[in-house]
């Protein structure tokens, strides 16, 4: 058991409940169909990736090399993918409009989510 990680994905999944019930409730009225689909699509990968990392604390091989870089993998995925979602779905309301950087900083957030899947392969040729 990793209590880093549990704490991480502890704190993960608090902000999950709480960006998916204030979409649901405080912006529903504020955003557009497409934008709040996009706040919903970031909501999603943010709590699988928040299980996948409580996932990866469990493991007996979580304080090893591939199992902490899952978890940072999963981590900096929740924070770039589904954060520049978040950004994005509600740049009219926040009044920026300067976002264009964001684009790329999506998929690089997803690569990241693929690269934590790969390391969980890693973890498991390796295990006992």
Do not use: C
């Not at 604390?57 to 304080?63: G, K, R, V, Y």
């Not at 993998?73 to 994005?88: A, D, K, N, P, T």
């Not at 964001?102 to 390391?119: D, K, N, R």
């Amino acid at each position: 058991m990793n209590k880093r990680v549990i704490i991480i994905a502890s704190v993960f999944g608090i902000l999950a409940v709480i960006l998916g019930a204030f979409g649901a409730h405080a912006l529903k009225s504020l955003l557009d169909p497409a934008g709040l689909e996009v706040w919903k699509t970031a909501v999603s990968y943010h709590f699988y990736h928040t299980l996948a990392l409580l996932f990866v604390s469990i493991l007996p091989a979580s304080n090893s090399r591939a199992g902490n870089l899952a978890a940072w993998f999963f981590s900096l995925g929740i924070l770039l993918f589904s954060g520049s979602l978040y950004l994005i779905s509600t740049k009219e309301i926040l009044n920026i409009t300067q976002l264009s950087v964001l684009g790329p900083i999506t998929p690089i957030g997803g690569l990241f989510f693929i690269l934590g899947w790969f390391s969980l392969i890693f973890v498991a040729i390796k295990g006992k």
